[in-house]
């Protein structure tokens, strides 16, 4: 990686260093004009046992080793999917890894009804906050989760 692209891979919005996780990779891709460009992608992944063991970034009660949504406070663990993620960092309500317009289509159909997956509050149903936080998650990856979860492959 050139030291232009790793200083902006450093400066990247929601970038940080932490031992034994692995933040962001670099995705090269030929631009439709010509040239390439740098996509960075936040990837959360485990790497070992336990590398900061007791920490608790989200201040939720549950150590960042067993937690499914280590950025978000969910004293819960609430995963009704069962996909690893925790649902108030999951709007990938299709499961394919990215939050995109499949899913928002998913939480359209399903909008001021009580799904539990598309629910990602869990004040019982979807509604405009649940879109908020669908919205701040728009194009982005599922998580970041340190359980074990589907987007890990």
Do not use: W, Y
């Amino acid at each position: 990686m050139s030291e232009a692209i790793a200083a902006q891979h450093d400066q990247a919005p929601g970038f940080r260093q932490a031992s034994g996780f692995r933040d962001c990779h670099a995705v090269f891709l030929a631009s439709a004009c010509g040239g390439d460009h740098v996509e960075l992608r936040h990837r959360r992944r485990r790497l070992d046992a336990d590398p900061l063991p007791g920490l608790d970034t989200d201040a939720d009660g549950i150590a960042d080793a067993s937690d499914t949504c280590i950025e978000s406070h969910n004293p819960d663990q609430r995963d009704s999917d069962g996909d690893g993620i925790g649902n108030i960092c999951d709007a990938d309500l299709d499961n394919d890894c990215i939050v995109n317009f499949s899913d928002l289509g998913v939480m359209k159909a399903l909008f001021f009804g009580f799904d539990p997956d598309a629910d990602l509050d869990g004040d019982g149903v979807v509604n405009f906050s649940d879109l908020g936080i669908m919205k701040q998650r728009i194009f982005g990856l599922p998580g970041p989760s340190c359980t074990p979860n589907i987007c890990d492959q």
